[in-house]
């Protein structure tokens, strides 16, 4: 089954990096599209970014665009979030996610409802 397991969380300083890792089993990764998603405490879980399944369109939040870079390795079924110049509002448990795709949908277009299967968090501290 369908299996994603993320790691490269921490605690960090305002204006510090982290790059977080997603592992993904279990199904054929280079057919889905991916996403970067988080949750703060007392918040509704947002979407951080977006790839498409080559990597060649990636979306992002407003909130992260010019910071954070989404990436895949579909040779290693490897799923990446560069986060840049982190801010405290950052503070959050960051989760991947994988969306089947299979009515051909573009990945812009791809509703947040279609991201399916899900990790069990890494969690991201960002203190000023």
């Known amino acids: 089954q369908v299996q994603l397991v993320e790691s490269g969380g921490g605690s960090v300083q305002t204006g510090g990096s982290l790059r977080l890792s997603c592992a993904a089993s279990?199904?054929?990764?280079?057919?889905?599209?991916m996403g970067w998603f988080r949750q703060a405490p007392g918040k509704e879980r947002e979407e951080v970014a977006r790839?498409?399944?080559?990597?060649?369109?990636?979306i992002y939040a407003d909130s992260v665009r010019g910071r954070f870079t989404i990436s895949r390795d579909n040779a290693d079924n490897m799923l990446y979030l560069q986060m840049n110049d982190l801010e405290p509002e950052d503070t959050a448990m960051y989760y991947c996610?994988?969306?089947?795709?299979?009515?051909?949908?573009?990945?812009?277009?791809?509703?947040?409802?279609?991201?399916?299967?899900w990790g069990q968090g890494t969690q991201v501290t960002v203190s000023s």
């Open positions: 996610a994988a969306a089947p795709n299979p009515y051909g949908q573009s990945v812009s277009s791809l509703p947040r409802q279609a991201f399916a299967y």
């Open positions: 279990g199904y054929t990764y280079s057919s889905y599209y």
């Open positions: 790839i498409s399944t080559r990597g060649g369109i990636t």
